[in-house]
Every structure is written in C-alpha cells, then in structure tokens.
C-alpha cells in the first residue's frame, strides 16, 4: 500500500503525459477540461481544505483570471502569454483585498460572503460594466497560443499547457506542504486560538491563503480561455463554486481525492451521456451518501509528513 | 534594566456584571517558579488569558521587562517569549507529535510567506534547523516514539507533555501552564515536577495554576492565592501554608473539579 | 412619492415571502448549527405540487375552500419530505466535521432540485390564478388582493410561530435545544423529536412561502429555490441567524431593500446591492441584527 501510494503521483503524471495521443480530439477536450478543473479544485483545497476557511466562490477568482487574458488579448492585442502575469496577479490581489475585511467572520457567515462575492462578480459581467466584459455572450475569438512567434493552433498544445500548468499547481502545493507558511494554514484550521497561542498571525496567513487560491485559480482561468478561445459568465457561476467547494471535501482535501471528485465530477458525465439530464440528482444522492459512508471524505488528507530522521523504531508510527 | 520580571499591576476583567479579576496585583521574578492558586471559579485562567492577550482586561497594567503587553495580540505577546498551555489541552489533533511542535517554531523561523510557494536553499536550511530543535524537544520530553503519531489518539498524559514540549519549542523565556497536573496519575506527575525544575534550569521563569495542592507546595517557589478574582494572600509554600485565609477560603469550597 | 409607497407596498410583499422562508432556515440553524441548502429547493418544490394538485386533484377549483386545501395538502407534503430529509441526509452527520454537513445539505439541494426538473419538466411553468386578480388603486400606487393576502397571511403565521415558541412548553423545548442540545436532552427533553418538529414547521412555512412565489410571481422554475433560498437565507443572517424575531425582520428589510433598488436604481443590479448590503451588516455586526455575540470558553 505504501509502495502504490509512492509510485502513484509519478505514474499519474506518465499517464497524463500520454494520455492525449491516445485520444480522440472530444476527448482531449474532455481531458482538458479536467486539467483545468483539477487544477481549480486544488486552489479551492487551499484555501477550503487545508485552511478549512468556508469559501463558497473559487469561480470568481477563475473566472477573474479568464476575464483578464480574453479582455488584455482581446481589446488591447496581447499576445496570451503575455496575459499569465496579469491572470495571476489581479485574482490574487482582488482575493487579498475581498479577504482582509472577511477572514476574521465565522465559517458559514464567511460561506454566504463568498458566495456573494461570486455572484456580484457575474452580475457585473453581465452588465458589461466598463464595456469590457462582452455582457452576457461574454467575449470570444482569442488568438490562440504562440511561442517565440510560432502559432500553437493545435489542442494538443493546449493540452500541454493545462497540463504544464498542473504540474506546476502540484509543485506549489508540495512547496506549501513542507513550509512555514503551509503548516500555518493546518494550525488555524485545527484550532485557531491554539495557533495564535503559540505565536501565529492567522490573519495574514489566512490572507495568504485566499491570495495563492485566487492566483493559481486566475491562471487555470487563462487555460480556459485558451481552450475555448472564449470566455462566458455562466462558466463562473457560483453554481460552479458550489461543484468545486463540493469536490473538495468529498475528496477529502487530498490531491488523490480531489482529482477523483474531478474526474466524478467532470468526465464521468461525459462517458454516460445518454443520462445527461439525471446528472445533478445522481450527483446530489452521491453527495449525500459519501458524506454519511466518510465523513472525512474519500481519501482523507494524511499528516505526519515529518522528515525521516524524527521517526525512531517504536511500533507508535503513523 | 530589562530584567525577566512580569509584573501585573491592578489587572481588572469583567464579564457583563461579573469581575472575575479584580484589581489583581502580582509580580513573577526572573528564574522564578511561580504559582497561582485558588478555589474554583477563583478566576485563575482568566488572569491567564490577560496575560496572554485572549482577553483584554478593562483595567490596570500588564508589564513584561518593562514593557506594556496588555492590549496586544497572542502572537505578539508569544513573540515576546511568553508561552502558555491550557487547562484543556489544544493540540493540533489530526497532526503528528513532530507537527504539533514545530508549530512552536512557527515564530522562530525565518522564512517568509512566499517560501510557502517557491523554496530556496535558505529556506530549505532553515527548515532543516527548525525539525532539529523539535528533535531536541522529542528528546527533552522523551516523545520521540511518538512522533509520528497523530496527537489526537495518543494518551491523556502523553498529550499533556507534548503541549508543553510545544510551548517549549517557542524557547521562551516566559513558560505559562494551566493546571500541567490535572488528568495525571501519581507517576505522570512526578514526572512533571521533573520537567519543570529542568525547564526551570535552562533558565525559564515558570508560572503556573494547579489545583493538587501537593504539587504546588513542592515545586513553587512563590504563591499567590486567589479567591473570587481578588488576592487574598502571598508568599512562599511555608507562608502560604500557614495563612488563615487561605485555609479558611480552602475549607469554605472543598470540591476539586476544573473551573 | 407615489414611487416610494408603491415600492413599500412591493417590499412589504416580498419581504414577508422571505421572511417566511428565512424562517426554516434559522431554525433549523438555531438547533442544529446548519445551513439547510434544500430548504429553498423545498420552497420551490412546494410551489409545483400546488400546481399538480391544483390540476390533479381539485380539478382546477379556485373556490376557497379549493384553495385551502391545495395550501394545506403542500404543507403536509413539504412538512413530510423535510422530515425524511433530515433522517436520510442530516441525522447521521450531526457528529461529522461541518464541513461534511454541509456538503450534505448541497447534495440534498441538487436531489431535490433536480427531482423537481424530472418530474415537471426543465421549462418554466405557469402556476394558477388561485386568487382573483383585484386591484385596487389609491392614487397611482396600486396593490392588489394577493399582495394583501400575502402579507396579512404572512403576518398571521409569524406571530402564531412567534407565540407558539415564546409561550408554550413546546417552544420552550424548542429554545432549550437551539441554546444547548446536550444540555436540553439532560433535562428529559427528545433532541430528535424537537429536531422532527422544526423540520416540519420550517418546511410548512416554506412551503406556504413557495406557493406565494407561484401567487405573485405567476412564472415558477425548477431551480428558483437557489435564488429564493439565497435570498430568505441572507435575510436570516441579516436578522441574526438562529434567532426567530431577526428572521422577520430581515426579510422585511431585505423585501424593501430590493423592492427600493429595484425602484431607484435598477433591477439588474439587485444581487450586487443585496451582498453588499449583507456585507456591510456583517462588518459592522458579525452576528446580525438581533444576533447575540458568543465569546468562546477558553
């Protein structure tokens, strides 16, 4: 069990390697997708799971970092990679501002905010404030990507790039694990007088948290855009939110359950088609029956992750 | 002269009608082993809380080397090196042992919030050091077979010491225990005395609230004696034994359950 | 002028639909420390059985007694289902981390949502005209029979819940639980039975408040319940959750705050003036109007 747990991340990163050339093109668009959403779910873990701060509204920094690459190429001609920078920062830093007068709330009233927040961020999508946003068609005919001049037209690039920008969520979130700051976001979820008892700002670290959520989730918004070369309000609805918010602690805040809440989610659906319309009420009575069968979810967040030199004989090990 | 001393001066907490510290006035001198005690409901851990910043108390002055700490945060306050435990154990109780005390690192540690994205060799150093001292901890407090289990299933007593191997990770100057004894068998607490007067000798001032009078007359080395948020009597186990009030206070409420 | 009093009389009515509804939501928040996401789902479902005992069952009356009828038969039937619901979905996390309650309580959402789209169809249907359309006109500002149905009805079932958990033993059990549950059971009262019987209030209120919506509204979908739910749930917390007074007053707040957006400024920006608004009270009050502050024991 602990060899499979080893060799599982890399093995999946080999399959995912792969796994375009064997696919048909719907189905690399269904992969995509899941990319994209993975990496999503993942910046809600961080703010949701690990910090365990009730954030119903990740579609509003998604749909901020989308936004900002369809209207910085589409209305003042940059070139999409150029928009990455800007994709990350201004959902991070719109996260920082929106999160500095709310963290301190209590779980569910912070819950309603964010979920406020998201769907305020739709409305004035919709309403085309500024005359940017393209109101409710939204915005579309992005160029496509291009590298050091050469035009990258084909989905297998955009494949490539959700999946470069995967492994780079997987990269930051190992990173996060083995700091100061990660360990922080554990202490104040666990029990936030204790962390501040022994020395911790929550506060800033729950700040942090929303401000590195928002960016990673800003930069699977650019993938978006360039996959469908459009951006829409619906696709950040807070009824998406609500799917991601949901993904995570079923999964269980763990990067193997919250792909597997994804890939429920996301690409099952795409296999039975023909149940389309059943879609939400099987997902609901699924909810519901994964929640009462494991209430810590499916494959639950594991700790213990301390270096080997701590660990001495004793039969106590975790 | 900015010497170890806490120095509390007229410190008054209300709770709606209630005072539950009234004009409370005490000072703990450096290297001491300093004990408060008192009936239930005396207001004990309150005073606690004032020291520790969870609670701000309307009056008075809490002073720490010469500086004014009341009004501060807890995190400022730890930064300071004053470090507390509590009556009911907090731990982080899903995490392992070795987690729960490089939290005690947290305000040592030198990086910075954007480690937690991008490592640096600087910080991968800096990490290192820090499970370094909480292996030094795992020792003091003799946990190390439990490091990587996590604090929540792990026994009563062994929960105890592995709060306060956590408050020592901080390396305070100042270390605050509420009731260190209270849940341990006769053994466990022997023990404890042992911990204490060792933390003591690496120089740390040691305040603490314990009920097992035992305890208290062995290990401390002043006393204050509260009842009803007021001091009714101070000074070393031998007086403190000696002191009508606090016999009378003592008789007056026999019961020893938690506050 | 004659734009604020209409707008009053507008915002009375749609205040007093979410109060109803906020009504089932801060109860089932005062004792069980949860957000029942289905309950606007409820609301919803609610207002296309009407419809389905309207044509069904009473072969399309629209006499009184017809229409009290159709009112009671989706009480009975919301009160039931909310019952079953809180047994299947809730009863068995009331010991799980929230998080996993509440992840629960969105699932129930879809079921429920979604069951309504299987069964009725996913295009919106008309619901009856089960009031005659009377209007009468004071002046330029117009109001009509339903509105004084609905706010006089509304008021009635606010102050008989309002009594009903002030003055009789029942509502004291029912106080006792949302305050401390262990506690409450010490004293020989049935946690579960209490739990039971909000769930069965609640969803009555809701259900009464759904067939409003269809009243007034005409136009009924099967995912309203989201943006009605939302709605009454915000007036809750505006009101200070768990507590019964701030739910009517919330959603008489928030009835008027829409109804004078939607006057003055524009209806298409109504959600964004409503969170706001819900922010706003949150940072000057964090726990709502008539909400009380809890310090945590340490």
Same mark, same amino acid.
């Given at each position: 069990?602990?060899?499979?747990?080893?060799?599982?991340?890399?093995?999946?990163?080999?399959?995912?390697?792969?796994?375009?050339?064997?696919?048909?093109?719907?189905?690399? !668009?269904?992969?995509?997708?899941?990319?994209?959403?993975?990496?999503?779910?993942?910046?809600?873990?961080?703010?949701?799971?690990?910090?365990?701060?009730?954030? /119903?509204?990740?579609?509003?920094?998604? &749909?901020?970092?989308?936004?900002?690459?369809?209207?910085?190429?589409?209305?003042?001609?940059?070139?999409?990679?150029?928009?990455?920078?800007?994709?990350? =920062?201004?959902?991070?830093?719109?996260?920082?501002?929106?999160?500095?007068?709310?963290?301190?709330?209590?779980?569910?009233?912070?819950?309603?905010?964010?979920?406020?927040?998201?769907?305020?961020?739709?409305?004035?999508?919709?309403?085309?404030?500024?005359?940017?946003?393209?109101?409710?068609? &939204?915005?579309?005919?992005?160029?496509?990507?291009?590298?050091?001049?050469? !035009?990258? /037209?084909?989905?297998?690039?955009?494949?490539?790039?959700?999946?470069?920008? =995967?492994?780079?969520?997987?990269?930051?979130?190992?990173?996060?694990?083995?700091?100061?700051?990660?360990?922080?976001?554990?202490?104040?979820?666990?029990?936030?007088?204790?962390?501040?008892?022994?020395?911790?700002?929550?506060?800033?670290?729950?700040?942090?948290?929303?401000?590195?959520?928002?960016?990673?989730?800003?930069?699977?918004?650019?993938?978006?855009?360039?996959?469908?070369?459009?951006?829409?309000?619906?696709?950040?609805?807070?009824?998406?939110?609500?799917?991601?918010?949901?993904?995570?602690?079923?999964?269980?805040?763990?990067?193997?359950?919250?792909?597997?809440?994804?890939?429920?989610?996301?690409?099952?659906?795409?296999?039975?088609?023909?149940?389309?319309?059943?879609?939400?009420?099987?997902?609901? =009575?699924? /909810?519901?029956?994964?929640?009462?069968?494991?209430?810590?979810?499916?494959?639950?967040?594991?700790?213990?992750?301390?270096?080997?030199?701590?660990?001495?004989?004793?039969?106590?090990?975790? | 002269?900015?010497?170890?001393?806490?120095?509390?001066?007229?410190?008054? $907490?209300?709770?709606?009608?209630?005072?539950?510290?009234?004009?409370?006035?005490?000072?703990?001198?450096?290297?001491?082993?300093?004990?408060?005690?008192?009936?239930?409901?005396?207001?004990?851990?309150?005073?606690?809380?004032?020291?520790?910043?969870?609670?701000?108390?309307?009056?008075?002055?809490?002073?720490?080397?010469?500086?004014?700490?009341?009004?501060?945060?807890?995190?400022?306050?730890?930064?300071?090196?004053?470090?507390?435990?509590?009556?009911?154990?907090?731990?982080?109780?899903?995490?392992?042992?070795?987690?729960?005390?490089?939290?005690?690192?947290?305000?040592?540690?030198?990086?910075?919030?954007?480690?937690?994205?991008?490592?640096?060799?600087?910080?991968?150093?800096?990490?290192?050091?820090?499970?370094? $001292?909480?292996?030094?901890?795992?020792?003091?407090?003799?946990?190390?077979?439990?490091?990587?289990?996590?604090?929540?299933?792990?026994?009563?007593?062994?929960?105890?010491?592995?709060?306060?191997?956590?408050?020592?990770?901080?390396?305070?100057?100042?270390?605050?225990?509420?009731?260190?004894?209270?849940?341990?068998?006769?053994?466990?607490?022997?023990?404890?005395?042992?911990?204490?007067?060792?933390?003591?000798?690496?120089?740390?001032?040691?305040?603490?609230?314990?009920?097992?009078?035992?305890?208290?007359?062995?290990?401390?080395?002043?006393?204050?004696?509260?009842?009803?948020?007021?001091?009714?009597?101070?000074?070393?186990?031998?007086?403190?034994? $000696?002191?009508?009030?606090?016999?009378?206070?003592?008789?007056?409420?026999?019961?020893?359950?938690?506050? | 002028?004659?734009?604020?009093?209409?707008?009053?009389?507008?915002?009375?009515?749609? @205040?007093?639909?979410?109060?109803?509804?906020?009504?089932?939501?801060?109860?089932?928040?005062?004792?069980?420390?949860?957000?029942?996401?289905?309950? @606007?789902?409820?609301?919803?479902?609610?207002?296309?059985?009407?419809?389905?005992?309207?044509?069904?069952?009473?072969?399309?009356?629209?006499?009184?007694?017809?229409?009290?009828?159709?009112?009671?038969?989706?009480?009975?039937?919301?009160?039931?289902?909310?019952?079953?619901?809180?047994?299947?979905?809730?009863?068995?996390?009331?010991?799980?981390?929230?998080?996993?309650?509440?992840?629960?309580?969105?699932?129930?959402?879809?079921?429920?949502?979604?069951?309504?789209?299987?069964?009725?169809?996913?295009?919106? #249907?008309?619901?009856?005209?089960?009031?005659?359309?009377?209007?009468?006109?004071?002046?330029?500002?117009?109001?009509?029979?339903?509105?004084?149905?609905?706010?006089?009805?509304?008021?009635?079932?606010?102050?008989?819940?309002?009594?009903?958990?002030?003055?009789? #033993?029942?509502?004291?059990?029912? #106080?006792?639980?949302?305050?401390?549950?262990?506690?409450?059971?010490?004293?020989?009262?049935?946690?579960?039975?209490?739990?039971?019987?909000?769930?069965?209030?609640?969803?009555?209120?809701?259900?009464?408040?759904?067939?409003?919506? @269809?009243?007034?509204?005409?136009?009924?979908?099967?995912?309203?319940?989201?943006?009605?739910?939302?709605?009454?749930?915000?007036?809750?917390?505006?009101?200070?959750?768990?507590?019964?007074?701030?739910?009517?007053?919330?959603?008489?707040?928030?009835?008027?705050?829409?109804?004078?957006?939607?006057?003055?400024?524009?209806?298409?920006?109504?959600?964004?003036?409503?969170?706001?608004?819900?922010?706003?009270?949150?940072?000057?009050?964090?726990?709502?109007?008539?909400?009380?502050?809890?310090?945590?024991?340490?």
């Amino acid at each position: 069990m602990e060899k499979l747990k080893r060799f599982s991340l890399p093995g999946f990163i080999l399959v995912m390697a792969v796994l375009p050339h064997l696919l048909d093109s719907s189905w690399q !668009e269904v992969a995509i997708t899941f990319l994209v959403f993975s990496v999503v779910a993942l910046s809600q873990d961080i703010i949701l799971g690990k910090s365990g701060m009730f954030h /119903m509204g990740q579609g509003l920094f998604f &749909g901020m970092g989308a936004y900002a690459t369809a209207i910085l190429n589409n209305e003042f001609g940059w070139p999409i990679l150029a928009t990455i920078p800007v994709a990350i =920062l201004v959902p991070a830093l719109i996260g920082i501002l929106l999160a500095g007068p709310i963290v301190h709330l209590r779980g569910d009233y912070l819950l309603v905010v964010t979920i406020g927040f998201n769907i305020v961020f739709v409305q004035v999508l919709q309403n085309n404030l500024g005359g940017v946003t393209g109101g409710p068609n &939204g915005i579309f005919g992005l160029d496509s990507l291009s590298l050091l001049g050469v !035009e990258l /037209m084909s989905q297998l690039s955009v494949y490539y790039f959700a999946f470069a920008v =995967l492994l780079l969520t997987f990269w930051v979130m190992r990173n996060l694990e083995g700091s100061k700051a990660g360990r922080a976001l554990h202490y104040l979820r666990e029990d936030q007088l204790a962390a501040e008892s022994i020395g911790i700002n929550t506060r800033v670290y729950k700040i942090f948290a929303f401000g590195l959520g928002a960016g990673l989730a800003g930069l699977a918004g650019t993938v978006f855009a360039v996959q469908y070369s459009a951006v829409s309000p619906e696709a950040f609805d807070f009824i998406q939110s609500v799917l991601f918010f949901s993904i995570v602690i079923v999964g269980g805040s763990s990067i193997p359950g919250v792909l597997l809440g994804v890939f429920v989610m996301f690409v099952v659906p795409e296999i039975f088609r023909e149940f389309a319309t059943w879609r939400y009420f099987i997902f609901g =009575l699924a /909810m519901i029956a994964a929640m009462i069968l494991r209430p810590r979810g499916i494959v639950p967040a594991t700790f213990g992750k301390i270096p080997k030199f701590l660990i001495k004989g004793g039969g106590h090990g975790a | 002269m900015a010497r170890n001393e806490l120095i509390l001066t007229d410190v008054t $907490k209300r709770f709606g009608g209630l005072t539950a510290v009234d004009a409370l006035s005490l000072k703990v001198e450096s290297g001491q082993i300093y004990g408060i005690i008192g009936p239930n409901g005396a207001g004990k851990t309150t005073v606690f809380n004032c020291i520790t910043g969870i609670y701000k108390s309307e009056e008075g002055s809490v002073n720490w080397r010469g500086e004014e700490i009341r009004g501060m945060t807890p995190y400022q306050i730890v930064d300071r090196g004053i470090v507390r435990t509590f009556q009911t154990i907090r731990l982080f109780s899903q995490m392992s042992v070795a987690e729960n005390i490089m939290s005690g690192r947290h305000i040592k540690s030198r990086q910075s919030w954007w480690h937690g994205i991008i490592h640096t060799p600087g910080s991968r150093r800096d990490e290192l050091e820090n499970w370094k $001292k909480v292996e030094e901890q795992l020792d003091f407090f003799r946990l190390g077979e439990y490091a990587a289990s996590p604090t929540g299933s792990l026994p009563y007593g062994i929960q105890r010491r592995v709060e306060m191997a956590r408050a020592m990770a901080v390396d305070p100057t100042l270390l605050i225990l509420d009731e260190p004894a209270a849940g341990l068998n006769d053994k466990e607490t022997l023990v404890l005395l042992e911990t204490i007067f060792k933390i003591r000798d690496k120089g740390v001032t040691v305040l603490l609230i314990e009920h097992d009078m035992d305890m208290v007359m062995e290990v401390t080395d002043y006393l204050t004696v509260i009842n009803f948020g007021k001091q009714i009597a101070e000074g070393t186990p031998e007086q403190i034994q $000696k002191d009508s009030a606090v016999i009378e206070a003592y008789l007056g409420s026999e019961d020893d359950d938690d506050e | 002028m004659d734009i604020f009093l209409q707008q009053l009389a507008n915002g009375l009515t749609i @205040g007093s639909m979410f109060a109803l509804v906020a009504l089932g939501y801060t109860m089932v928040y005062g004792v069980m420390k949860l957000i029942n996401f289905a309950h @606007g789902d409820m609301v919803a479902a609610s207002a296309f059985v009407g419809l389905t005992i309207y044509t069904q069952v009473m072969g399309q009356a629209t006499s009184l007694p017809a229409v009290i009828i159709i009112f009671l038969l989706s009480a009975l039937a919301m009160a039931c289902i909310g019952v079953i619901l809180e047994r299947i979905a809730y009863r068995p996390l009331r010991t799980a981390p929230r998080l996993s309650a509440v992840v629960s309580a969105l699932g129930a959402s879809l079921v429920i949502q979604n069951g309504i789209m299987l069964i009725w169809g996913p295009r919106m #249907r008309i619901f009856p005209e089960l009031v005659p359309q009377i209007y009468w006109d004071f002046g330029g500002v117009v109001i009509s029979l339903i509105q004084v149905i609905i706010l006089v009805l509304s008021l009635v079932l606010m102050v008989t819940l309002y009594l009903f958990v002030e003055k009789t #033993r029942m509502g004291a059990a029912i #106080r006792a639980a949302s305050i401390d549950q262990d506690a409450a059971r010490l004293m020989g009262i049935n946690v579960n039975s209490i739990i039971a019987l909000i769930f069965i209030i609640g969803s009555s209120l809701g259900a009464v408040g759904g067939l409003f919506i @269809g009243l007034y509204y005409r136009g009924i979908t099967f995912n309203m319940g989201w943006q009605y739910g939302l709605y009454a749930f915000i007036a809750a917390i505006i009101g200070g959750i768990g507590n019964i007074p701030g739910a009517m007053l919330g959603g008489m707040l928030l009835g008027l705050f829409n109804a004078f957006i939607a006057g003055y400024i524009s209806s298409t920006w109504s959600d964004a003036f409503t969170f706001i608004l819900l922010i706003v009270i949150l940072i000057v009050r964090p726990t709502g109007i008539l909400g009380e502050r809890v310090a945590e024991k340490v």
